[in-house]
């Protein structure tokens, strides 16, 4: 079983005792802003959607975010080549999605014989951009109307990582 380790994160595959520490995040509609679903209403919305991130085949690789035994997000590449990651709010701004990250994008051009990673923003979720940014990623193109979510359009951001963007920066 693969294990990332960082400074202050461990990264680890989910397993089902997950559902409560993921409905914490997945339930928070500051956490949700940007997502691609409404908040979890209930916490079987957030256990069928853990079964479906525990199902996942070859093409998926995603870390749960473990920060001293407690789970704060969720890093990978839930379809590769295309990656996210969430973290719990009251952790924003202390580079805590950069640091995960950066392990996971090692991780992914190590496991993987893609030429490049791609990420799907929301053109409003300054922090996600920042993030992108630092770790090297590239805007490709934006979108309009990509995602209809509770009734509203939500529009995208595209961003590419290149393998050897990535290995000159490392």
């Known amino acids: 079983m693969t294990e990332l380790r960082t400074p ?3 990264l680890r595959r989910a397993r089902a005792d997950d559902a409560e520490g993921l409905h914490v995040l997945l339930s928070d509609p500051r956490v949700m802003q940007f997502w691609s679903t409404l908040p979890h ?3 079987a919305v957030t256990r069928a959607w853990l079964d479906g991130m525990l199902q996942r085949g070859p093409d998926s690789d995603d870390f749960i ?9 969720k890093a990978g590449a839930w379809r590769m080549p ?3 990651y969430i973290l719990h709010p009251d952790l924003w ?5 950069t ?7 090692d991780h992914l051009f190590a496991a993987h014989d893609v030429p490049a990673l791609t990420a799907d923003v929301d053109p409003g979720n300054a922090g996600s951009i920042r993030v992108l940014l630092k ?3 590239r805007e490709t193109h934006r979108a309009e109307n990509t995602y209809f979510i509770g009734g509203k359009w939500f529009h995208s951001v595209y961003f590419e990582l290149a393998r050897g963007d990535w290995a000159r920066r490392r």
Do not use: H, P, T
Not at 99 to 105: K, L, T, W
């Open 93 to 97: 701004g202390k580079g805590l999605a």
């Open 135 to 137: 770790l090297g990623f």
């Open 8 to 10: 202050r994160l461990l």
């Open 41 to 43: 209403e209930d916490i």
């Open 82 to 84: 295309e990656i996210g």
């Open 99 to 105: 640091e995960a990250m950066s392990a996971v994008i």
């Open 65 to 73: 975010i473990d920060m001293e035994g407690r789970v704060v997000g």
